[in-house]
């Protein structure tokens, strides 16, 4: 199997891992953008250092641009669910 692939499963695995492992979607949520921030950082470190390249400027940059991208994500989520009166609901 090629290396992408599986370095892509293993991260889909950290990053959804605490919605399996937690009932509570709120604390998952925490947990997941946790994950999602010491994945980017462990991916731009690698990158860093096989380029050359600075760390900090390259990680806070992708950070930045990551969280941009998921803080409207989460809104326009909560406001469907909210029109389509989906809620959250354990099982």
């Known amino acids: 199997m ?4 599986v370095a892509f499963l293993i991260s889909v695995e950290f990053l959804i ?12 949520l ?6 999602t921030v010491i994945l ?5 470190y690698n990158l860093a250092v096989a380029k050359d ?3 900090r400027r390259r990680g806070s ?4 641009i990551s969280m941009r991208i ?5 809104v326009i989520n909560h406001i469907v669910m909210e029109f389509l009166h989906l ?3 354990s099982y």
């Open 2 to 5: 090629n290396c992408t692939i």
């Open 53 to 55: 390249i600075h760390f």
């Open 17 to 28: 891992f605490p919605y399996l492992l937690l009932s509570d979607p709120f604390i998952s």
């Open 61 to 64: 940059e992708t950070l930045a």
């Open 30 to 35: 925490l947990l997941i953008v946790m994950n």
């Open 70 to 74: 998921a803080a409207p994500a989460f």
């Open 87 to 89: 809620g959250l609901r």
């Open 40 to 44: 980017i950082l462990i991916l731009n």
